[in-house]
């Protein structure tokens, strides 16, 4: 019974790889809990705006804490066939020319061990939608996590 359980997690695993790269996202490490900052060009004020629509393109999801002044946000999404939901933290630091924007994504339900891609697909998708609203800083860029 293990094997199978086995093999149906291997087969999974793989199938949501080849799923995150067909959307163009480096899958890297599969684990629920994701973290990733990238430094962009802007103020605190329009780095906010941009952080905040590209939030909200994700899917099932509720935006709860929207504050402008300290950079922050917190959002959750709903439940899929994937995973249970995940919380959503974005923080913003700097105020120009350049601005560090730090995302991170945890399941919702705390004995969540897998989750098919969701929390990288979740931060790949606000990245790739951040970075097309703002430019990314360079050269010095500071940027940490995987490269998409």
């Given at each position: 019974?293990?094997?199978l359980?086995?093999g149906a997690?291997a087969?999974t695993?793989?199938?949501?790889?080849?799923r995150?790269k067909a959307?163009?996202i480096?899958?890297g490490?599969?684990?629920?809990?994701?973290?990733?900052?990238?430094e962009v060009?802007?103020?605190l004020a329009t780095?906010?705006e941009a952080?905040?629509?590209?939030?909200?393109?994700l899917?099932?999801l509720?935006?709860?804490?929207?504050?402008?002044l300290?950079g922050?946000l917190d959002?959750?999404?709903?439940?899929s066939?994937?995973?249970?939901g995940?919380?959503?933290?974005?923080?913003?630091?700097?105020?120009g020319?350049?601005?560090?924007?730090?995302?991170?994504?945890?399941p919702?339900?705390?004995?969540?061990t897998?989750d098919?891609g969701?929390?990288?697909?979740?931060?790949?998708l606000f990245?790739?939608?951040?970075?097309?609203?703002?430019?990314q800083?360079a050269?010095?860029?500071?940027?940490?996590?995987?490269a998409?």
């Amino acid at each position: 019974m293990g094997s199978l359980f086995g093999g149906a997690m291997a087969w999974t695993a793989s199938r949501s790889a080849r799923r995150l790269k067909a959307q163009g996202i480096d899958p890297g490490n599969m684990e629920p809990d994701q973290d990733r900052s990238v430094e962009v060009v802007g103020t605190l004020a329009t780095v906010h705006e941009a952080s905040r629509r590209a939030l909200l393109t994700l899917n099932k999801l509720k935006l709860l804490k929207d504050d402008s002044l300290t950079g922050q946000l917190d959002a959750r999404t709903g439940g899929s066939w994937r995973s249970f939901g995940e919380n959503i933290t974005v923080r913003i630091t700097g105020d120009g020319p350049n601005a560090t924007v730090h995302i991170s994504t945890r399941p919702r339900l705390s004995t969540t061990t897998t989750d098919g891609g969701k929390g990288v697909e979740n931060v790949g998708l606000f990245v790739r939608s951040l970075l097309s609203q703002v430019p990314q800083a360079a050269p010095n860029n500071r940027s940490s996590g995987r490269a998409e």
